[in-house]
C-alpha cells in the first residue's frame, strides 16, 4: 500500500468509517503478524493464538491514536502500540500465573491514563527509530556492508541514484537472488540486470550501493522509518 | 539538504536524504540517531602528509619547469644619451630586463616601470620619449643617441642598420639635428664592459679613446652624454667609432624642413679626424 492511499485510508478510518478501517486492518495482517511474531519469538497461528489478535486489537488502536502531524511513519507508530500492547499482555500473564487469579486489568488501568500512555508512546518512537537505525547497520554488516564505506560509494548524480533505488526495489522482492547473497555468493550481474534494467557495469560498479538500498525495501516492516524516508 | 541521522562519529555523522544519498556531515550532539537533521559537509581535515608531500613535490617540479621555460638572454641593446640604459631581450625580442648603468640611467629605469614583456622597440621609443620628457634629448638642439646590440649570434634585427633604423622611427624630436650612432658589441666586449659598470657602447668608446691616447675618467665617461663628451673633448664620436667599420647613421637635413622624423642615413665611413 503506498503512501497516498495509507494516509487517504486513515484520515477516513479516524472519521469513523468501518469499511476504511477494515481495509487498513486486512490489508496489514502480514504485518501485525510479523510484528508479534518477533515479539514473542515464537511460530503463533490466527485464531490459535492470543496474541496475534492483541496484535491486531492494538493495530485498530494505532488507528484510533495516530497523529499524522508527530511526524512518525504509521506503521512504526503502529508497531510500537502493538509492542506495548503486547508487553502488557505478558506482564498481566506473568501475574496470573503466580497468583492464580486475574487482578486489575492492566488495559482497564491504561484506559484510564490513556492521554498519558499515548505519549509515552510518541515519545518511545524515537527510541524505536534508533534501534532500527542500529538494527539497519547489523544488517548491513552482515553483508560485509559499513555504512562509511557508502558514503564514498553513493553515486553523485541524482538520477543514477534514482535508477539504483529503482532497480534495489526490484532485487529487493527477489528471494532467489537474496538468499545467494546471504550465502555471501557472488552477485549474479547478469540476473540482477534483467531484473532491474540497468547495465551489468552499473550494478557492477554500485554492488554495496544496491545492495544497501535493497536491504531496506525487503524488510518494510522491520525498517519502517527508513523505508518511509527514502523517496519512492 | 537534510538526512536521517544514520550514525554518529566523533562530532560528524553519516545521513541517508530522501534521495538516497549516505554523507557525512557535522551534527549537534542532541541528535538522535533516526531523526532527520540538516546536512552540514564537515570541515575539511588538515592537508596529510601525503598530500603535503604531493603539493611539495608540484611545487619543486613547477619551479623547475619555470626555470627551464624560462627563456635565456637572447640578446642585450643598449642605449646611450646621458642616460645609459641596457635591454635584455629574448628570441622573440621581447624585453626580459632592464638595467641602468649610471644615475641618470638608473632614474630612468624606475620611471620607466616594468617593461618585461613588451617589444624591444616599444621600450625604445617609451626611453627616448622620457630622455625627452626629462630634458637629456632637446628640442632644436643636436642629440646623439648611441645604440649597441650584443647577440651571441647572428641575428639581423640585432645587427647595427636594424638598430639605427628602430631608433630613427622612434625618435621623438621632431626639430634638431640628431647622430645616431649604431654599434655592434660581441658577448666578451660586453662582458668586460660589465666588469667596468659601464654600457657596451661606452666601453667600446673608452676603448678607442685609450687606443687613441685620450684618457677619459670612467666616472665621467659612464655620466656624461655624448654629446657633452664631444664638445668638452673636442671629439667627434662618428669618426672615432669609424675605423672598425661601424655604421655611423645621421640625418640628411634637419627635421624642420623635412616635417616628419629623420630617415636614416648610412654614413659611409668618416675619416678618422686628423689630430
Known sequence: ?232 | MQGMLLKKQNGTGIFLTNDGTYCRGTINEETALGEEAPVIPPRRRRPSMWLAAAVFTVVCLGFGAYRFLQPSPWAYVAIDVEPSVEFTVDRGLAITGLKGFNFAGKKLVSDLGDLRGKPLDYGVECLLEKALAAGYLREGEDNIVMVTGTCGQEDERIGVEALAVMVADRYPVQRGKVEIVALCADTDVRRQALKTDLSSGRYVLQQELKRRGVNIAGRVLREESPLRLEKEHNLILSAIMDDKGWVLTRPESSYLERGQKPNVFFAAPIPAQEE
Not at chain 1, 504509521?74 to 500492547?85: D, E, G, M, P, Q
Not at chain 1, 559499513?146 to 529503482?166: C, F, T, Y
Not at chain 1, 544496491?210 to 522509518?225: E, G, N, V
Request: aromatic share 10%.
Open chain 1, 1 to 232: 500500500m503506498d503512501g497516498g492511499t495509507l494516509g487517504l485510508l486513515l484520515a477516513r478510518a479516524k472519521e469513523g468509517d468501518a469499511d476504511a478501517r477494515n481495509t487498513l486492518v486486512e490489508a496489514h495482517r502480514s504485518f501485525i503478524f510479523n510484528v508479534v511474531v518477533s515479539s514473542c519469538r515464537r511460530m503463533l497461528q490466527w485464531g490459535r493464538d492470543d496474541e496475534l489478535s492483541i496484535g491486531l486489537i492494538a493495530f485498530d488502536e494505532a488507528v484510533t491514536r495516530y497523529e499524522p502531524e508527530r511526524n512518525v511513519p504509521f506503521l512504526a507508530f503502529a508497531r510500537l502500540v502493538i509492542k506495548s500492547r503486547l508487553a502488557n499482555y505478558f506482564r498481566q500473564e506473568v501475574r496470573r500465573l503466580s497468583s492464580g487469579a486475574t487482578n486489575i486489568s492492566e488495559e482497564n488501568l491504561l484506559d484510564d491514563t490513556a492521554a498519558a500512555w499515548t505519549e509515552f508512546l510518541w515519545d518511545r518512537s524515537a527510541q524505536d527509530r534508533a534501534e532500527e537505525i542500529q538494527d539497519y547497520e547489523e544488517a548491513l554488516s552482515e553483508f560485509g556492508i559499513s555504512l562509511d564505506e557508502l558514503v564514498h560509494l553513493s553515486p553523485k548524480h541524482r538520477d543514477s541514484r534514482m535508477a539504483l533505488i529503482g532497480a534495489a526495489k526490484a532485487l529487493a522482492v527477489e528471494n532467489e537472488l537474496f538468499q545467494r547473497f546471504g550465502r555471501k555468493e557472488r552477485l549474479p550481474v547478469k540476473k540482477v540486470s534483467v531484473k532491474t534494467g540497468l547495465s551489468p557495469k552499473v550494478i557492477e560498479k554500485n554492488r554495496k550501493y544496491l545492495l544497501a538500498l535493497a536491504i531496506i525495501f525487503r524488510h518494510p516492516d522491520r525498517f519502517i522509518y527508513l523505508n518511509s524516508y527514502i523517496k519512492r
